[in-house]
């Protein structure tokens, strides 16, 4: 029901910039959220910003006055802004949106992309 494509992501040295694109398909559903999640070799995947509905977000401490989330409601796209880039930011990063199906309104279903991989150097 819905397709994620990711790009941004690439090379960088520390200090840098990058903007991460997701754009998602499905026009008729309804996005609850959609964000960014981060899994680096060894760890888990973690919460990197999201954005609701409502145009709230939220982001892990770690990233807090470095990135910046947006979404285009006409595009189905979220954004991901990284400046200031340190090497533990290194990790693949993956687009996450919930929907609601219309007729299903109680039931929420996530949907993750492939990933798009983001390397800082020092």
């Known amino acids: 029901q819905v397709q994620l494509v990711e790009s941004g992501g690439g090379l960088v040295q520390a200090g840098g910039s990058l903007r991460l694109s997701c754009a998602a398909s499905?026009?008729?559903?309804?996005?609850?959220?959609m964000g960014w999640y981060r899994q680096a070799p060894g760890n888990q995947r973690e919460l990197v910003a999201v954005?609701?509905?409502?145009?709230?977000?939220n982001y892990a401490e770690s990233v807090k006055g470095r990135f910046t989330i947006s979404r285009d409601n006409a595009k189905n796209t979220v954004n991901l802004q990284m400046n200031s880039l340190k090497p533990e930011d290194t990790a693949v990063y993956y687009c996450?949106?919930?929907?609601?199906?219309?007729?299903?309104?109680?039931?929420?279903?996530?949907?993750w992309g492939q990933g798009t991989r983001v390397t800082v150097s020092s």
């Open positions: 499905g026009s008729v559903l309804r996005f609850v959220n």
């Open positions: 954005v609701n509905d409502g145009g709230r977000t």
């Open positions: 996450k949106v919930r929907i609601v199906p219309p007729a299903r309104f109680w039931e929420e279903y996530d949907y």
